[in-house]
């Protein structure tokens, strides 16, 4: 296991802690202190996943997600927050982090979900699909993109991802619960509301209206389905 992590958090003893476990876990690991030496080290490296804290001096974590995916560093991002309000969870992901813990938290979490990302990651990568075509939406698991009516699109890692497990899926209703485990890879009962931001973020930019939805369906008590329009 050579995979690479950036931890950033400005109080030193769980930059401790969280370098400890994740270097036991196999991994190995860099840190950053401050939102201006975590953006500094993600664009001169090439990192496998940063986790990232919310709160942090001079740039805090959502600017430092905010300005990494406006730059096309598409790192996987595990943001932690002190704080358990809804809006900052949400934010978090809106701005294109791909998962979040909650402080305090379990090392053991916390490596748990390092694992479940870049394990989702590779699976997609290692995919025995060229292309996968739903309607004018054409998805291109090996590139992490899509094109819609031959116009690229490009996402997130984490919502390529949900776009590409639809796709695999298409036609088929796939409940929250489901695409939780598919996706994140959580075998437990999750915060589904992760699964309808990414959803939302996907219809921007694939839908012609994403009010008024014709690729992604949401069927009412079950989940989500793609469909060709026609």
Not at 151 to 172: D, M, P, Q, S
């Amino acid at each position: 296991m050579n995979e690479k992590i950036l931890i950033v958090d400005d109080e030193k003893s769980i930059v401790t802690l969280l370098n400890f476990n994740i270097e036991k876990a196999g991994f190995v690991t860099d840190v950053a202190y401050d939102g201006y030496e975590a953006v500094q080290k993600a664009q001169s490296n090439n990192y496998d996943l940063i986790v990232l804290d919310l709160m942090l001096p001079e740039m805090d974590g959502m600017d430092v997600c905010r300005y990494l995916r406006n730059n096309q560093i598409n790192t996987p991002i595990l943001m932690l927050t002190a704080k358990d309000e809804e809006f900052d969870k949400v934010l978090g992901l809106e701005l294109g982090a791909d998962d979040y813990l909650t402080k305090p938290f379990s090392p053991k979490e916390v490596v748990a979900r390092i694992k479940a990302i870049l394990r989702r990651a590779k699976r997609v990568e290692k995919s025995n699909f060229s292309f996968i075509q739903v309607g004018d939406l054409t998805v291109f698991p090996e590139r992490y993109e899509a094109e819609m009516a031959g116009k690229v699109i490009t996402f997130t890692r984490k919502e390529f991802e949900l776009l590409y497990y639809l796709a695999k899926n298409k036609g088929k209703v796939i409940s929250r619960d489901q695409l939780l485990s598919g996706v994140w890879d959580y075998d437990f009962v999750g915060d589904t509301r992760i699964v309808d931001v990414h959803v939302s973020h996907l219809r921007d930019k694939i839908e012609p209206d994403s009010k008024k939805p014709v690729y992604i369906k949401t069927v009412r008590g079950l989940g989500y389905k793609l469909e060709d329009p026609s």
